[in-house]
């Protein structure tokens, strides 16, 4: 079967760096994304990695080993507005997207 | 990026009366949106893949009947809830995908449903 596992939750501190970590097992690989949720909103689009590396946006940075079925997003400087659901998301080979759960990350001054 | 909008924002209806949602992508042709469902706390749940001019594929589980789709035209692709009761009640968000990017999916703001 096809499946995304990431963190349930994570707190870091107004500032700091704060790494989300995401696996995958999926029929095929198309490319990982990224998307950021606040409560009660729908999805943005953070990141896209298809081949292996790191991708540098800003404060945001997403990284994948495509050997490993592994990426993560990395969030540096960290502001109270990055309190949100992370949720990582990978496009099988009939290109749907195949949801993690998300991770909440909870940012404390 | 790419703008999709969907309305209406939140909706509130009684029991056993159908309810229809829009989503439009703005800026560019979607040949391919998706319905999604999201109860609090929880993670994106597909419901259904709309094709323009050919038939919705629903996911397992999801009652076609119940959830009529309709995508008529590159921009546009309706969901229409009928006969619905209050289990109904989520958080219905739209994607389209851009072809011309990514591949990846840009979502409405959402419809929140609350059926009493």
């Known amino acids: 079967g096809q499946n995304i596992d990431q963190p349930t939750e994570m707190t870091a501190t107004e500032g700091a760096i704060v790494q989300i970590n995401c696996t995958y097992q999926?029929?095929?690989?198309?490319?990982l994304f990224w998307y950021q949720q606040h409560a009660g909103e729908a999805p943005t689009f953070l990141s896209y990695?298809?081949l292996d590396g790191l991708e540098e946006k800003g404060r945001f940075s997403s990284f994948l080993s495509r050997s490993k079925g592994y990426s993560y997003l990395l969030l540096k400087e960290l502001q109270m507005k990055d309190s949100a659901s992370y949720l990582c998301a990978v496009m099988d080979s009939n290109y749907q997207l195949i949801w993690g759960a998300g991770t909440k990350l909870i940012i404390k001054p | 990026g790419a703008v999709v909008s969907q309305h209406p924002s939140w909706v509130i209806c009684k029991s056993g009366t159908s309810v229809k949602i829009e989503c439009r992508s703005l800026?560019?042709?979607?040949?391919?949106m998706f319905w999604y469902r999201q109860f609090p706390k929880q993670s994106l749940m597909l419901m259904a893949t709309s094709n323009e001019g050919s038939k919705a594929t629903y996911e397992q589980g999801v009652e076609k009947d119940k959830f009529l789709i309709n995508h008529a035209s590159l921009t546009l692709s309706t969901l229409t809830v009928t006969s619905a009761h209050p289990e109904d009640s989520s958080f219905y968000i739209c994607?389209?995908?851009?072809?011309?990017?990514?591949?990846?999916?840009?979502f409405g703001p959402g419809t929140r449903l609350t059926v009493l």
């Open positions: 994607s389209a995908r851009d072809l011309a990017g990514y591949n990846e999916q840009f």
């Open positions: 990695n298809v």
């Open positions: 800026d560019f042709q979607a040949t391919t």
């Open positions: 999926t029929s095929g690989f198309n490319g």
